[in-house]
């Protein structure tokens, strides 16, 4: 097996793997980022929501995986474009490595006995916030946009299907698009419609992950990029 059909494999494991823990990340925050998150340590849910934060940090090392993996080929094309996208990638871990902090503070801040006290509330609800504006910044609009550059790069390389790829760019806008309309607050951040707009991007990572473990980089097409440089 070469090193490209390894790597592609590679690659594909972390899209999988980024999709699995950012969905168990969202399930097991629910204690800390509902109404009652101050009864978290009481309720006996902290060890829930500590399994979260580690699928969130499995999250953040699957993301800058990809985002290094996946460099050295669309770089191929045009270096300044994955750049870009690698640093929109990095961005994104950013802000998922900063929005699990602030679950870890409302963690802590719900062991405190007197945590349904007013100040301790309004830290709370504090951090409630913060951590859905990094949920928006990160997985929503810096998703978007590096899924965009390394949607198009592939489709100019044509290392996966065309048509794959032109998809990948599409779920990108519409990802983007999903996250703009919660920041002017038009869709709630766990709508439905939302959700059905954000939705088709994971599919397409899926798509994506699963032809590069089943089928690997065009082999023709890599040689001609690599020939070419």
Known sequence: ?????????????????A????????????????EQWYMTVENGMEMKVL???????????????TAVMLFPYIRLWNEHLALGYLCFRFMEAVFIAIGLVSILGLLQLSGYSEGSGENLLAVGSTL??????????GPNLMLGLNTFLYSYLLFQTRLVPKSLALFG?????????AGVLEMFGIVEP??????????PVGVYEMSLAVWLIVKGFNKQK???????K
């Open 1 to 17: 097996m070469t090193n490209d059909r390894v790597n592609g494999i590679l690659i594909g494991i972390f899209y999988i793997a």
């Open 19 to 34: 999709a699995v823990t950012s969905i168990i990340a969202v399930v097991l925050y629910e204690p800390v980022l509902s």
């Open 51 to 65: 399994i979260g934060v580690f699928n969130d940090i499995l999250l953040v090392v699957s993301a800058v995986g």
């Open 128 to 137: 409630q916030a913060f951590h859905g504006w990094t949920f928006m910044l």
């Open 169 to 177: 760019m599409v779920t990108a806008v519409m990802v983007f698009i």
């Open 190 to 199: 766990l709508s439905t419609t939302k959700g059905l707009i954000a939705l």
């Open 222 to 228: 890599l040689e001609e990029l690599r020939r070419g």
